[in-house]
């Protein structure tokens, strides 16, 4: 893993995600109430509210900042008059 998943942020992903667990007696979490998150999370996150507002976006393999095998990033569709391009979005803690 990358040190930005590594460290403070992963030891805080998992006592945020254990208290969640917790309260909510079960594991799968509601992903808008995540106050920390790996990119993976970010990612799930930010396609639910694209896809909500209409955004075109979809989701990638792949993060700048970490390179363990879960990574992935949103790509959101950007067209002018002369051209179609992909963006990454990039969510860093």
């Known amino acids: 893993m990358f040190p930005v998943e590594q460290g403070d942020l992963h030891k805080r992903w998992k ?4 208290e969640l667990r917790n309260f ?3 594991v799968v979490l509601p992903i808008g109430s995540l106050s920390s998150g790996l990119c993976r999370h970010q990612t799930i996150l930010f396609k639910r509210l694209a896809d909500y507002i209409g955004l075109p976006c979809r989701i990638a393999r792949g993060c700048k900042y970490c390179v363990a095998d879960h990574r992935s990033s949103c790509l959101v569709k950007i067209k002018d008059d002369k ?3 992909w963006v990454f979005q990039v969510c860093r803690n």
């Open 15 to 18: 006592l945020v995600s254990m």
């Open 24 to 26: 909510h007696k079960c």
């Open 83 to 85: 051209q179609l391009s």
